[in-house]
């Protein structure tokens, strides 16, 4: 079995974070992951710099970073971050939206067929792989439970995306309700990738529940960054150092250095200040 890891540390993680980081810092960063060889890494989102200052100088990182065989994607919430996008050699152009109605509202201003619309006009702009997040998809901070049928249908709605992630957006999900999801939406014949959050203790298990229902991406950020400010408390992504030390020891393939990640994490911990959400990077090493 093999899985390809998206490393959205430099861009969801950072993003959440109340530290604001030089883009020379956050081109280091991607260039650490891709000499780690993490085979996809979210590097930069194409918002504006008053809004998002975290995110500021988006071609700045693209400019700097050694990307090696990495595919590096960024993340484009409008027509105007599409322009933005189109002028970088980035390899694939991330778009998000939510399954509910209340948090596109909140988080993007707009209705869900407003948002279902953005999206499909920056898709079929598209001149590279396009990846859709569908956010919220196993529950809202606002509106509670996400029906999987409202999921499915909203999937649907987004024909021209190249692949759909779901994502646990608030960590709320489990394994058996991430494999049926999954496998419902794998129904639609596209690639379908799982974006967990570990809020709750159950990222790294839900990720074998996405792996069971067909998934062939997960997302996962270094040292666990991150986190959903419009989740009270929460914490960050599942940490990729943990999640490919589980793989690999279960036997799913993923090609990453373990042990560059962990120095990754340990760099990042220096740089920020304080301990990180991940585990493995305060872990001895085992085997020795």
Known sequence: ?????CDVGPRDGLQNEPETLAPAVRAELVSRLAAARVPRIEAVSFVRDDRVPQMAGAEEVVAAAQRGDAELSGLVLNERGHERFVETPLDRLNCTLAATETFNRRNGNASLDEA?????VILAAARVPATVTVSCAWGCPFEGEVDPAVVADLCERLAGADELVLADTIGVATPRRVRRLVER?????????AHLHNTRNTGYASAWGAL???????????GGLGGCPFSPNATGNVATEDLVWQLERDGVRTGVDVAALVETSRWLEGLLGRRLEGALYRAASWPA
């Open 116 to 120: 279902v619309e953005r999206v499909r």
């Open 212 to 222: 069971e229902g067909g998934a062939s991406v997960l997302d996962a950020s270094v």
């Open 1 to 5: 079995m093999d899985v390809t890891i």
């Open 185 to 193: 939406v794998s129904i639609l014949g596209k690639p379908v990738g």
